[in-house]
């Protein structure tokens, strides 16, 4: 009994110190993590940023190069292979008509057409990275959110037909505001970036909410 007795004395608990030093391990391994994450999260947005603008400032380049519109560029495809170098290898063109047709397109993206011609209009001309030849979704260059980037003039999430947006899909809630704060006015209806349902296939035509949900991801279309 004595023997049982005095190991039992001999056990004793953590100390308050000790205690407390345990939490606060803890909680600088939680807050890293966390913190972490929101850099990670970060630098997505600013790449995102980063992208519509560059796109833009591209798109302007290059029309202001051939006076026309990547992708709508024409009006027929010898018009474009005849200007040699990477455009010998280009099989797509446009109508010349100022805009691009089709939809704007983002998980899977268009087979064919204007919207697959816009990419390979501006990599041909050397104004973004990538092969001229790409094909099909292929082709579409992706975003910082695991989707693409899809290219159109028809009405997308509330803004209108007949101007050249820029859209991305998969884009947290969180990201999209960060995304509408730097480029616009924070709010998912209004002004030149807006924000609409994830759909698999298409932008949709309407524009979503008065505000961004955290939870919700958004497809987000920047007007040129």
């Not at 001999?10 to 391990?25: D, H, S």
């Not at 980063?50 to 798109?59: E, L, Q, V, W, Y």
């Not at 092969?131 to 999430?157: H, K, Y």
């Amino acid at each position: 009994m004595k023997n049982i007795s005095g190991a039992a004395k001999g056990q004793r608990g953590f100390t308050l110190i000790e205690i407390a030093i345990v939490l606060v391990i803890v909680g600088l391994l939680l807050g890293g993590v966390l913190q972490g994450q929101q850099l990670i999260e970060n630098s997505r947005v600013r790449a995102a940023v980063n992208d519509f603008r560059a796109i833009s400032a591209a798109t302007f380049s290059y029309m202001d190069t051939y006076s026309r519109l990547p992708g709508d560029d024409g009006p027929t495809l010898v018009a474009l292979t005849g200007r040699g170098g990477e455009w010998a290898t280009v099989t797509l063109f446009g109508n010349t008509d100022g805009q691009i047709g089709g939809v704007a397109t983002t998980a899977f993206g268009p087979t064919s057409g204007e919207g697959l011609a816009f990419w390979s209009h501006l990599r041909a001309g050397g104004f973004i990275s990538g092969s001229e030849t790409a094909t099909g979704a292929a082709a579409l260059p992706g975003n910082p959110f695991g989707g693409v980037i899809g290219i159109a003039s028809d009405a997308a999430v509330g803004l209108a037909a007949g101007r050249t947006k820029l859209c991305m899909n998969g884009v947290p809630g969180t990201a999209a505001l960060a995304i509408d704060l730097e480029m616009d006015d924070g709010l998912p209806h209004t002004g030149v970036v807006r924000a609409g349902t994830n759909a698999a296939v298409a932008a949709p035509t309407a524009a979503l909410g008065v505000a961004y949900v955290q939870a919700t991801p958004y497809i987000l279309c920047y007007r040129l």
